[in-house]
């Protein structure tokens, strides 16, 4: 019933509420909804395509739907200023692709911040205090202790990290607890948490990502697919946060910058409002000439991660390179990730794979009942 009304609740708002709405459990319709009235900026004033670009879409499209908006293919190419066909709406993302190759059903229940450290025990991940799953919480060692033992351990370190575990979407519930906040500021704050956590230690990020904009933490969006045996790597994007956001989500402000194969940061910066921009707005660099370090390793840790998860197969990780040059796991986006920002910024999600994807998710959805709901 609880997931019932929530989509009802969507559906009639076009808003999911951060920390309550499990994006997981919406039908398609509300997904929709809540795509076009707060992930897609209005198109009040954005112009349409024209009749050879309309033509090329529908021909395009043909093949797997009736009909195909173009309002994607209007805000992505005014935004950047180049028209590709295969641009993938992200209406048709979310109801159709995502939903082929991720078990959302899985997810509700997979995709939870405490589960990392066992699921990925190979990859490197911000160093552990300790962690609340239902009523227990563990130490960094994954071993059940009483929360004063946790408390002690917290205490000792200059800063920490406390995040929400499970429907943290766009940075939502990470707090950051400074010297003297440790100790009697972390028992505070965990009461206000109702769910499961995670209580870290800061990443301390490479000097060259640091320079981009050193409050925050600037992570690679990275999205992987799973193909049998390979793991293909179809988007590389830095997040860059702005201001005095400690976090680089767009909702916070964030800029996404698309990377070239050879680290080079693509020209245009993309705010999650939409608006394009071609330097930081406060540290007034020129984002094409900037290379985010260590780039191979952010890779490699993604195809390494990505194969125990066949449940999942198109996956958003998001990867931090530390003061080493080592690649960090920070989160790993098992549904939903989103692509509005990654294809502004760096073209059409599958490239020249599109209409293989397609071909895919398509045969697939044919031979089992509609996923309409």
Same mark, same amino acid.
């Given at each position: 019933?609880?997931? /019932?009304?929530?989509?009802?609740?969507?559906?009639?708002?076009?808003?999911?509420?951060?920390?309550?709405?499990?994006?997981?459990?919406?039908?398609?319709?509300?997904?929709?909804?809540?795509?076009?009235?707060?992930?897609?900026?209005?198109?009040?004033?954005?112009?349409?395509?024209?009749?050879?670009?309309?033509? +090329?879409?529908?021909?395009?499209?043909?093949?797997?739907?009736?009909?195909?908006?173009?309002?994607?293919?209007?805000?992505?190419?005014?935004?950047?200023?180049?028209?590709?066909?295969?641009?993938?709406?992200?209406?048709?993302?979310?109801?159709?692709?995502?939903?082929?190759?991720?078990?959302?059903?899985?997810?509700? /229940?997979?995709?939870?911040?405490?589960?990392?450290?066992?699921?990925?025990?190979?990859?490197?991940?911000?160093?552990?205090?300790?962690?609340?799953?239902?009523?227990?919480?563990?130490?960094?060692?994954?071993?059940?202790? $009483?929360?004063?033992?946790?408390?002690?351990?917290?205490?000792?370190?200059?800063?920490?990290?406390?995040?929400?575990?499970?429907?943290?979407?766009?940075?939502?519930?990470?707090?950051?607890?400074?010297?003297?906040?440790?100790?009697?500021?972390?028992?505070?704050?965990?009461?206000?948490?109702?769910?499961?956590?995670?209580?870290?230690?800061?990443?301390?990020?490479?000097? +060259?990502?640091?320079?981009?904009?050193?409050?925050?933490?600037?992570?690679?969006?990275?999205?992987?697919?799973?193909?049998?045996?390979?793991?293909?790597?179809?988007?590389?994007?830095?997040?860059?946060?702005?201001?005095?956001?400690?976090?680089?989500?767009?909702?916070?402000?964030?800029?996404?910058?698309?990377?070239?194969?050879?680290?080079?940061?693509?020209?245009?910066?993309?705010?999650?409002?939409?608006?394009?921009?071609?330097?930081? $707005?406060?540290?007034?660099?020129?984002?094409?000439?900037?290379?985010? $370090?260590?780039?191979?390793?952010?890779?490699?840790?993604?195809?390494?991660?990505?194969?125990?998860?066949?449940?999942?197969?198109?996956?958003?990780?998001?990867?931090?390179?530390?003061?080493?040059?080592?690649?960090?796991?920070?989160?790993?986006?098992?549904?939903?990730?989103?692509?509005?920002?990654?294809?502004?910024?760096?073209?059409?999600? /599958?490239?020249?794979?599109?209409?293989?994807?397609?071909?895919?998710?398509?045969?697939?959805?044919?031979?089992?009942?509609?996923?309409? /709901?």
């Amino acid at each position: 019933m609880k997931d /019932f009304l929530e989509n009802i609740r969507c559906l009639l708002t076009g808003r999911y509420e951060e920390g309550r709405t499990d994006l997981n459990t919406l039908w398609n319709p509300a997904l929709i909804r809540v795509d076009r009235r707060m992930v897609t900026p209005s198109l009040k004033h954005v112009p349409g395509l024209t009749g050879r670009q309309k033509r +090329a879409v529908r021909s395009f499209y043909r093949p797997y739907v009736r009909r195909i908006t173009d309002r994607y293919h209007r805000y992505y190419s005014h935004k950047n200023g180049v028209f590709r066909p295969d641009y993938l709406p992200e209406e048709l993302y979310v109801t159709e692709v995502d939903r082929y190759f991720s078990h959302r059903e899985e997810a509700r /229940f997979l995709d939870n911040k405490c589960y990392y450290y066992r699921l990925f025990p190979h990859i490197r991940q911000p160093e552990l205090i300790g962690m609340r799953i239902g009523g227990t919480w563990l130490d960094g060692n994954l071993a059940p202790v $009483p929360f004063g033992r946790v408390k002690e351990a917290a205490a000792g370190e200059p800063e920490l990290v406390v995040k929400r575990a499970v429907n943290s979407q766009g940075g939502y519930g990470v707090s950051f607890l400074g010297r003297g906040e440790t100790g009697t500021g972390l028992e505070a704050l965990v009461r206000q948490i109702p769910c499961d956590l995670v209580i870290q230690k800061p990443v301390r990020q490479h000097p +060259a990502l640091s320079r981009l904009h050193p409050e925050s933490v600037n992570t690679l969006r990275i999205v992987s697919l799973l193909t049998g045996e390979r793991v293909k790597i179809y988007a590389v994007c830095l997040k860059i946060g702005v201001g005095k956001e400690r976090v680089d989500n767009g909702c916070h402000g964030g800029i996404y910058c698309g990377v070239r194969p050879d680290g080079r940061l693509r020209p245009i910066g993309i705010t999650d409002s939409g608006r394009t921009i071609r330097r930081h $707005p406060q540290l007034g660099y020129r984002f094409e000439e900037q290379r985010v $370090p260590c780039l191979k390793s952010a890779l490699e840790l993604v195809r390494r991660a990505h194969p125990f998860l066949g449940h999942f197969r198109l996956i958003s990780w998001d990867v931090a390179i530390d003061e080493n040059g080592e690649a960090v796991l920070i989160e790993a986006n098992l549904s939903l990730g989103g692509i509005n920002d990654v294809q502004l910024c760096s073209g059409p999600l /599958f490239g020249r794979d599109t209409k293989k994807v397609l071909d895919e998710v398509f045969a697939g959805r044919r031979r089992k009942w509609s996923t309409w /709901f």
